[in-house]
Every structure is written in structure tokens, then in C-alpha cells.
């Protein structure tokens, strides 16, 4: 019996990447922010979640992909990891994924250095490929103003 | 490893006891035959024997049986203290201590072989060579009629618990807060409105005792870390073979629990510091003058939102000299940054990682990792430290820690467009400027904008530039910030401000300054929350928190601040520093000036020896030719120059007439300069000041081309004017005109 995993699948760019399910502590509309000078765009901002403060990630950014759009607004998904609570944007939401692991491989060579560390791997479905996202490195990174 | 909730009371217990005990015998010591200190000591020891019964200790039971028996006998025979004995009770008490930790880490006894001391408590004392019977306890009597006077008004808590209650009483601060915005919101509805209104003001009050309540019960006085150090202090010295007088003022000063537990270890090093470094062994001390005992002295004490701790010796104090050549030596400095130091900076190079001036490293200190380590530990909770010394007389340490870290008030800001928190513990006033004012008042100093706050320079500090608040708008819209005040497009450069400056004074550990933000808002309460690992390291910002309304806003640090922008250069500093001192450098040739006022409050000086006359013409003396105003002086058409048409726009021939002048009695005052040969010219000022002599100290340049430079004079920025140019401008329609009659 080959290993499956849940993951909460999301849309960014024209890329579909997932997290485990059990970093995801939920999901929500785009919410107001406050901006954080000196911090880069990286650093969407500040939300405030039932008072705790939560510091937004551009995921955009944090895989170097292109900024988007103003249109449609960014969704924000709160993600737990052992240390931080943090929420990453990202462009739209998929559904909860089982994927085993006889489908998974890791990175294609194609990813340039920095992304890479954040992609753990990917998962060949039928129709598209599913980016595997390393949520620990994601959130992992200090700025220096 | 688990320890069984009994063993963990026994051992929080039994370590107070113990701590207490160190402090009697310390005292024992040195008043040698005060029969209450005697009495505390055995009942703390009997207290100990008895819980240490209870849980079948036996071990303990012994070493603290045998520590009675010799405190018995000796109440018994009347038998002064002496040295052995004390240290022979000093001993059971670092045995008791060695069988706590080892139950701490082992749950069992310590297995250590105590003979020795037993041997030894039961051959004391000896008098006149008789040796005292080994006695039978258990018949023994408690000697003092009543037990230790543990009072029941007390109660153990769990730190937990109390950690608990503080988050639950921050939630409700912002709650309250909430609920206050509503409150003062309402307009709608009267009756409804007054109800609420006295509802929320009940509120308000009762949230705000029972923070003050909350926060309370995790008070302890310092005497809680401070009672060890008798102990500590006696150990060392005898080591060192120095003698010391440990005093100790403000024990009852109370801090909170993680405070306390934070500055335990870094009082411990500045203790341990001052033994070895600082203060002298008794020869040298005598040859000093000295007394031969040292002065060591631990003091606390609340000052308006903080605690201040002071560890001060009369010892050697901290040459700079030789930290500097330390310095030099590691390489940590150059030779130029050494001269250009100043004394206080020299201090605080001790406060290096791995900066020892120490020739020899103890087991104490002196291998250069401590003080850096102090430091470091005394910031993270937000305080600050400082050192004072005085050659050959002595040194002391000043902590300054703030009284609580989670809720605080602050004054609430706003600059380009978003709010921001500013604690009020740094805050020393705020100062308002309309237009004028601010044009007038900001000076320009080393390209930095300075202010005169009552003879102080203030340097200002635009916040919006510091935070580089113009050029995130594309993070703005990005992010979906749906901000109205992007309009408000703040100009980067200052002089074209057209609205008023508001500036809000504060202060971090060093000189005060001066942070230009668009609008004060109000004060607020607010409860500091942490910012995420992702920002933690950005200097300008303590935390942030959730206002009333449920945004969030940042918290600024304004240390971070003031590291991040102001004069960092040792020139710029030196340079306000001495403009502050109002020192005449004695680098410039002193000249004679005059000194007055011209072109709307301007301060201005000319040479004196360009002045030929001064003088006061009535008005109705000054006459036309053509555009030019000339007056007649001695068989001379002088021509008059108003010094505001020139300076305030330089075009020659544009005549405007000072405010003032128009104003004042029809008496106008009057330079007369001469230039080559006979001709002279009349500059129109409002006053005359003073003539002064002193050296001018050029500050700054001026593009104006009739402003030779500006330089401090009398304490005040003065231009000092290009005779020539300024006539140049002034005259050059009319030059022509001067011609004798």
C-alpha cells in the first residue's frame, strides 16, 4: 500500500501547488491589511485574526513569480507551522487532495535555485501537475530593513 | 523528568528556606551573638527536618538534625559564633542545597559521603580545649515558644496560571477598548446613549483595576534574587581576599516575575565584576587612603514607569585610557576612532563580545564574554544599562527596566496615512508649528534639520522619510489597502511643506529628537503584541497591536529609530554637541561683528569693520530717486538698501518694505556701510542687536548669494552677510546714483 497524502490545493499564477492539510488552519476572504514600511513586497502586510496579529505573505513574490494583477483580489490561506501562524495569498483555492505517493517526484531541474528550496517535489495527476510546497521554508525568512 | 507535585512544593519551599537561611548566617557572621538570628536559623532548619520527614528524606533529616544540634548547644552554653562554626553551618546548608538539586534532577538524595561534616558539627565548638557530648535529639524542645510566623495570608499560585489571567485580562483590555470607540461614537439615540455610556465607563473602570490587580500579583520584590547575593558576596571576597560591606537599599522594590528572573543572572555578573575588577584588596586600598573594607553597594528604586537598579563600588572605577588601548590592541577599533572617542563611548566598549582588559581571567570573570552577555539580556527586556566611573574612586552600573512589557500606553500617530503607536515612556513633549513658524524655526545644520526646543538643538527626524512612507503605493493597491489618503501625497522635501509641522519629542536611551509626523491623534492603552519571526528584526518597530476598531497598528521603537537615521557620524554629533555646550572652538580667529535684525526676524551679522556709522533716521527724511529710496548724510545721497527685498528674493531693484518697519515708530535704523573711497551706503534693518567678538565657526552655506555662510553667534544661528554681494544686488539699478553732491 503506497502512502497518500491530504493537501490543500491552491491556484498561483498559472502554477496549482498544495500544502498538507494539517498546516492549514483556515481559510479566508481577502482581508484588510496594514502595510509594513521597510519591510519588502514580500510583506503583504498585517491582519488581524480574531486578535492575533498575522503577518501576510505574497506568495507571488516568495516564488519569485510575476506581481499580480489588482483583479480578482488574493485569498489568504492561515497556515500553522510549529513556530509561526502566517498567511500566505495566493491567487484562488482547489480542492482537498489524497495524492500517493507513486505519483510524486522531486523537482525538475527546470527551478532556479531560491524556489527550489521551497518546492519539495511535485505530483503528476492526469491533467496537470501539483507542486508540493515546503510551508516550513516558506515562512522562514527574516527581514532586514 | 516528572517530579511529583509534593516534592516540587517541598523543594520551592525548602530553597526559600535556604535562601533565607544564607542571609541569617551572613548576618550571624558579622553580629556574632544575636540570639533572634539564632532562633530564625534553627527554626529554618527545623522547618526543612520536618517536611524532609514527611517524605521520608532521610538524609536531609540528618544534615539538618546535625546543623540544630550545634545551634542548640551553642544557645545552651552561651557560646559566641565563631568562624569555624559558621562555616560549618555554611556547609550543612551547601550539603541541604546539593540534596535539593539532586532531587531535582534525580528524584533521590544526593549520595555524597558527609562524614566529615559530621565529624565536624559534632566536635563543635570547642572551648578551652572540652569537647561537647553528642547529644540525643529527640527530646530536644524547640527553643523559640512559637513556630516560624508563617503567616496564612498567603497563598501559592502556579506562574501559569497567573501568565493565564494576564493574557485573559490583555483580551479584555481590547475588548474595553472596543467597546470605549463605540461609546464615543454614539450620537443616535439619547436615552439608549446614557445607559451605554455609563455602562462603558463602569467598564472602563473595572478593566482597569483588575489589570492593575492581575499584573500585581505577579509583583516580587527584588529581595527575592537579592537575598542570595550576602552569600555570594562573602564566598568571593573571601576568595579574593578582599574585604567587602555589602549594602543593600530598596529590597521591597517590586518587578515582575519575568522581569526578575531575567536580571538575576546579569545582577550576578555586575556583582561578580565589581569584587574582582573593581574593588581593590585591603593593602592597596589603605595605601589609596581608603578604607580597607570595600563598599558594594545594590540599590532599586521606581522612577516614572521604570526600575532602576544600581551596582556601585568605591573601588578603582574605568580608566577609558586603557580600554582604549585595549581596543586598539584587538583591533576593535582604530587609531582614529581612539582619539576622536569620547569618554562615555570608551566606557561602553566594555560592553564588546570578548573585550577584556583584565590581565589575568579568573574563574569569575574577566574572560571577556560577560558583559556583552549582560547587556544583551538586560535589552531583551527592554531595558537599558549604563556605566559612571570616577578614577580612583569608584564605578557604578545603572539599570533601567520598564515596569511591565504587555500593556502599555502610547501616543497614537498618524503619518502618510496609516496610524502608529509611540510608548508613552519615551514620549517628552509634543511641539506644534504653523507654517511660518516652521519656516523660520527649522535650521539646517550638516545637511540635517534642526530645531531650538528652549536652547537645545533638536535634530528632526521626518517620519514619513525615515519609514519611506511615499513609495509603497504600489504595495498599497497590490494588496487591495483600500486607504483614502493616498492624495495626500507627503513632498520629501521639508521646505515645501505647506501645512503644519507637528512634532512629537521623545526619547530613547540618549538625546532626545524630534519625529515629524502629519497629525497627533490621541493616547491610548494598547496591548503589545509581538510582531512574527519575519519581522522581529526590523528596528523601527517594538510590536504591534489592535486598536478599537479592530486595525492593526504598528508599534515604533524608538530606538530603532533613532539608530536607524540620526547622526551616526562622530563629526555631526561633535557638532551639535558642541553647539549645544555653546563652547567658542578656539580654532577661529575672533572677529568683530554686528549682530541685528532684518528681513522678517532674521539674524544677521556684518563685519564690524565694514560699519562705518550707525544711525536713525525718521522716515519722513527718505526720499525717491526714481525706484531707489536714498536719504541725504552729510552732503552725501545715501542710498538705502531694505535688506528683506534683497534676501528674500535677490532681484535688485524690487523695493518691499519690512513689516516691521511699518509697524514700528517711524524711527528706522540704519547701517551705514562704506564701500571704496567715500561712498556709503545705508542698509535698513529692524534692530541692532550687539556687537560681539568670538570666532566664526562656519556651519553652513547659504545659496543665497548676498549670505556670505551661517555660524553660531551669541547661541544663535546668525547669517553672516556678504557686504559686497549684498550691495551688488541691492544697488544695481542704481549704482550708477552714487555721486557725490
Redesign the interface.
Known sequence: MTNTTQLCTFFLDNLFLGIEVENVQEILRHQEMTRVPLAPPVVAGLINLRGQIVTAIDLRRRLELKPRDYDPLPINIIVRTPEETVSLLVDGIGDVLDVSDDIFERSPDTFRGEVRELIRGSYKLPNRLLLFLDVDKVVDFTVMD | MEIDEDLKEFLVEGYEHLNQLEGDLVALEQSTSDPEVINRIYRHLHTIKGNSGFLGLEKLQEITHGGENLLSRLREASIPVTPGITNALLQVIDAIRDHFESLETTGEESSRDRTALFNQLNALPVENGERIKDEESETQTPISNSPSPITNSAIRVDVNLLDKLMNLVG?LV?CRNQILEFANKQAVNAEHDDAFKSASGRLNLVTSELQEGVMKTRMQPIRTIWSKFPRVVRDIAVSLNKQVQLEMEGEETELDKTLIEAIANPLTHLVRNCLDHGLETPDVRTAAGKSEVGRLLLRAYHESGHVNIEVSDDGKGIDPENLKQKALQQGIITPTQALQMTEQEALHLIFLPSFSTSKTVTNISGRGVGMDVVRANIERISGTIDVETWLGKGTTFKLKIPLTLAIIPTLIITS?G?RYAIPQVNLLELVRLDREQAEQRIEWFHGTPVYRLRGNLLPLVYLNQV???EN?T?????????KTSNAHKQNLSPEQEDETINIVVVQATEKPFGLVVDAINDTQEIVV?P???????????AG???MGD?????ILDVQGLAQ?TLITSPDKEKALVNEDSQSVNSAAIPQQLLVFHAANQRRLAIPLSKVSRLEEFSRDRIEYLGDQEVIQYRQHIMPLIHLSAVLSNGSPGFQVRDRQSEISEDKQPVIVVSLEGDKQVGLVVDQVLDIVEQGINIKGVSPQQAILCSAVIQGKVTEIIDVHALIEQGLSVVKPMLVEI
Open positions: 483580551e481590547l502618510g496609516d519609514l519611506q512612507l509603497n504600489e504595495v498599497q493597491e497590490y494588496s487591495g489597502i483600500g503584541k510582531l512574527g519571526k519575519p519581522l522581529k528584526s526590523l528596528a523601527c518597530f504591534a497591536t489592535i479592530g486595525k492593526v497598528v504598528l536607524k
